[in-house]
């Protein structure tokens, strides 16, 4: 489980917990986080849904999801990350259609939302 707490952390720029065995939600007081550039959460039993909130990480550069059992959809904030560059939801349980504001990435080079 990610403690809540890490959302008390404001100067955070760089999370990596990534290849753990971490579970439950993403927790929104992490979206609080502004100052986060890249976030590795990768390869872990995450579920539930993707917070609408990671659409205000507005400094996010990087964000891996993949490999998670995250559900629902793709939230469609996330296309207010107007710096991202990398963006990585595959291999997860995520449905429904691929949002449209992800098309105002205008930095982003890598989007995978695959199996």
């Known amino acids: 489980m990610i403690p809540a707490a890490l959302g008390d952390l404001a100067s955070l720029t760089f999370l ?8 439950g939600a993403i927790p929104v007081p992490l979206c609080d986080l502004a100052s986060l550039e890249s976030v590795y959460l990768h390869f872990n039993q995450l579920s539930g849904a993707i917070p609408a909130a990671m659409g205000g990480l507005i400094n996010l550069h990087d964000l891996h999801l993949y490999g998670n059992q995250l559900s629902g959809v793709i939230p469609p ?9 990398r963006l990585s939801l595959e291999d997860n349980q995520l449905g429904g259609p691929i949002p449209a504001e992800l098309g105002h990435l205008t930095h982003l080079r890598e989007l995978s939302v695959g199996l």
């Open 16 to 23: 990596d917990l990534s290849h753990n065995q971490l579970s």
């Open 77 to 85: 904030e996330l296309g207010d990350l107007a710096n991202l560059v």
